[in-house]
């Protein structure tokens, strides 16, 4: 058995030298023990530190970045995991897209609740001004769930660069003075100030910071309160901030589109990349990931379906399922080439009942729907479609904002609101449900049918 001292517990240097060094003198992660901070009992009589060998391998960067966000996690498991992980990516380096992979599934876990940590610190913080001898200090109490403090403190020094400020949480406090960022013990609230936050400070930073897409709307409101509402006398304004944040993003994309040739891809990108974080409901804290919409931008067609199922979810991509397939049997018999259309979903992640091993999917509701609104608008935004296909209720209500009958709107072209054509079909799940062959060729002929149709209008 080989023992690894860390430094502190999200001391991923340590750990980097560590495996590095079992790795390359073949010793396997179950003959590791990794443990945090100098044990006094034992200081004479542990097992030196392996030096950290000359020679050393690369790896890929997704998994730097991963480990280093899991490894800032409290699961006593972590280190032996992510070492677990390198060394079956020396062997399959593409491991660390399999999100199927029950061990990548584990620490991508791991990673997204520290992110989501990281991310509350820089959101709900605050700031109350001391008299420091004379020199105005601004010290916060936090509470944070992870060992998320040293590496959320590069945030704050950017941020607050010219201030001297000091963060307490119960494991570490840091102290910065303008130039020298220091470390002391862990505090309790007792020792942060009491009052009312600094409210100018407070106002631009949190106008800075705020990110509509990280946010659940509401959940300032209704959630967070219970740990973070007693820092928060400022909530009043999340309405007002949610509202002038989507209009800066909406703008850019906006502006993005209005210049031919412009940076639309750019914004696409940018607009994908917020999506991954999105936290506006709760769906994605059960999902794997978010799946946003793809295909070519400047597609003539947008086809919008309800939401990722099971094998979407762990793909990354839309309709590459059982309902993907039939789909894609569909457009083709349609003549039109998938390809060339812009297909995505009203909700961008999986929601599902979990029975045994199995993930049954379950509707989304008008919540959710209403939640993820934001994307389509976006995404439509920047695609411009000529014509917008809703496949199914879902679908539908998304992008009328309102509950519809599909037999009564089916295959014929809507306006919709905020402009552009619509055309609602069924979802081809529906197909896929129906019992009766008979019944369900004919439905499917009436599905290609309007899809072609749908196709002439373009
Ligand atoms: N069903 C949908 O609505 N969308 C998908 O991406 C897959 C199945």
Not at 76 to 88: D, G, I, Q, W
Request: hydrophobic fraction near 45%.
């Amino acid at each position: 058995m080989r023992t690894v001292t860390l430094d502190s517990e999200d001391d991923f240097d340590g750990w980097r030298d560590g495996v590095r060094a079992a790795v390359l003198d073949g010793i396997p992660p179950d003959r590791i023990v990794w443990r945090v901070g100098a044990d006094p009992g034992e200081l004479f009589g542990s097992t030196p530190p392996p030096p950290a060998p000359a020679a050393g391998f690369s790896v890929p960067r997704a998994f730097v970045d991963l480990a280093k966000k899991a490894i800032l996690h409290t699961d006593r498991e972590r280190f032996a995991l992510l070492h677990t992980l390198l060394v079956r990516m020396r062997e399959r380096p593409s491991l660390i897209d399999d999100a199927a992979d029950p061990l990548v599934r584990r620490i991508e876990g791991l990673a997204r609740t520290v992110r989501r940590d990281i991310h509350k610190m820089r959101a709900f913080l605050r700031f109350r001004e001391m008299d420091d001898e004379g020199t105005p200090r601004f010290v916060a109490w936090f509470e944070p769930e992870f060992h998320i403090v040293r590496a959320n403190a590069g945030f704050f020094m950017d941020r607050f660069a010219a201030m001297h400020w000091s963060i307490l949480t119960p494991e570490v406090s840091i102290h910065w003075d303008g130039t020298v960022l220091t470390e002391g013990p862990g505090a309790t609230q007792a020792d942060a100030p009491d009052g009312d936050p600094v409210e100018q400070m407070w106002h631009s930073y949190y106008a800075a910071i705020f990110n509509p897409a990280r946010l659940k709307v509401g959940a300032m409101l209704k959630e967070m309160p219970r740990k973070y509402w007693k820092n928060m006398p400022e909530t009043a304004l999340v309405p007002q901030m949610i509202a002038g944040a989507q209009a800066r993003e909406a703008g850019m994309v906006a502006t993005a589109q209005a210049k031919p040739g412009g940076n639309i891809d750019a914004a696409w990108a940018a607009l994908r990349e917020e999506a991954m974080s999105c936290t506006r409901c709760s769906l994605h804290e059960q999902a794997t990931q978010t799946v946003f919409g793809e295909g070519p931008i400047d597609a003539a067609m947008m086809f919008v379906g309800e939401q990722p199922g099971d094998q979407e979810d762990l793909a990354g991509h839309p309709f590459v399922g059982p309902a993907g397939q039939l789909f894609d049997r569909a457009m083709a018999e349609a003549g039109v080439e998938r390809s060339t259309v812009y297909v995505t979903n009203a909700v961008k992640h999986f929601k599902f009942e979990q029975r045994g091993k199995r993930r049954i999917h379950a509707k989304p509701d008008t919540g959710e729907i209403t939640a993820c609104r934001w994307w389509i608008e976006q995404e439509r935004a920047i695609v411009r479609p000529k014509l917008t296909v809703a496949l199914g209720a879902t679908a539908a209500r998304s992008l009328l904002g309102k509950a519809v009958t599909i037999s009564r709107e089916r295959s014929r072209l809507i306006d919709l609101p905020g402009g552009g054509a619509g055309w609602i079909t069924v979802h081809p799940s529906f197909l896929l449900r129906l019992p009766d062959p008979a019944a369900k060729a004919e439905e499917y002929a009436r599905f290609v049918d309007d899809l072609k149709t749908a196709a002439t209008h373009v």
